[in-house]
């Protein structure tokens, strides 16, 4: 059974910046898992921001682009989120997720395609 634990939320001025940790655990030996950031502020929709495959490819929402980067160390099973230039528009519970590619393109940062996720993460960004 996957399991995603994020770290590294909390409370930044706009124009700071935080780096998020996810571990995972419980991945399937074999298995080309994809992984991705979600977002979800007060009152709207999850949002995808980012999301990387086994290879190292990524993909970005146009609201974060050039501001954020996320990687992964395969070897550890972790994923990382460094966001620099933070806005207040960025507040939000930040979600670990992972998916098995299959279906519509990952890079598409569809939500509803992640099967896995973690608890959340708060980022608040104050002006």
Known sequence: QVQLVESGGGSVQA?????????????????????????????KEREGVAAIDNAGSTSYADSVKGRFTISRDNAKNTLYLQMNSLKPEDT????????????????LLHTADFGYWGQGTQVTVSS
Do not use: E, H, K
């Open 15 to 43: 124009g700071g910046s935080l780096r998020l940790s996810c571990q995972a655990s419980g991945y399937t030996y074999g298995t080309a898992y994809y992984m991705g950031w979600v977002r979800q502020a007060p009152g």
């Open 92 to 107: 939000a519970i930040y979600y670990c997720a992972a998916g098995v590619p299959g279906g519509r393109g990952w890079w």
